[in-house]
């Protein structure tokens, strides 16, 4: 009532909206008891009640478990191709933003630093090498002090496993593991990585994903 949809078609909406996103068995259930995926299925389904032509979603996956983040991102992508919608969504995963997104915007202390399609943005840093070092012992929060322009990836805290992602040449790459067991890190491996939107983040802020 507030969006002011014909009460003709309220019942008809309610039930296509909550079979859409897998809630319409669910339909007399309180919210209060929903899990966290299932509250942000229901978001999106209300913020589909109207009929918009162009959808804002904040960060859509954080907080959510890996099945309900998968049905969130195959939901949009069903929304832009069958719906014909214009999704605007705000995210801090580079990779989900690369699988979604036909045109991304860097936001750095609220102003927008680049902007341009996956591709695009990639070629900034095509002619950089990137390496990816998975290493073991190391405070991440060490790599603030650190020389290099380095990012968490990913961080495994069962078994204190850190993946980094660095921007650095083949003459420095000795140098930048040299410094990480300075640091008492124990270095599993490194390997040579293509371009990715996380090398492009770190190349426009100088920060990691994590500030």
């Known amino acids: ?9 309220e ?5 296509r909206l909550l079979k859409l996103v897998g809630l319409w068995e669910r339909r007399n259930d309180l919210v209060m008891n929903f899990s966290r995926g299932m509250k942000q299925r229901l978001a999106i389904a209300k913020a589909l009640i109207n009929d918009p032509e162009v959808l804002f979603l904040d960060e859509p996956t954080l907080g959510l478990d890996v099945q309900s983040a998968i049905f969130v991102r195959e939901f949009v992508k069903r929304l832009v191709k069958e719906e014909g919608k214009t999704v605007l969504l705000t995210t801090h995963y580079m990779a989900e933003a690369e699988e979604l997104c036909d045109r991304i915007a860097i936001i750095d202390h609220g102003r927008i630093i680049a902007m341009d399609t996956p591709e695009g ?9 990137t390496v990816e070092i998975r290493v073991r012992e190391l405070n991440p929060k060490s790599l603030g002090e650190s020389p290099f322009s380095m990012a968490v990836v990913e961080e495994d805290t069962s078994t204190g496993t850190v993946r980094l992602r660095a921007q650095v040449d083949e003459e420095d790459l000795p140098r930048l593991v040299e410094w990480l067991v300075k640091r008492g890190a124990k270095v599993l491996s490194v390997k040579k990585m ?10 426009l802020t100088g920060r990691g994903l994590r500030d």
């Open 11 to 15: 019942k008809e909406r309610i039930e």
């Open 121 to 129: 943005l990639k070629r900034l840093v095509k002619d950089e090498e």
């Open 194 to 203: 293509e371009p990715t939107l996380e090398d492009v983040f770190i190349k």
């Open 1 to 9: 009532r507030i969006y002011y949809v014909p009460k003709r078609d």
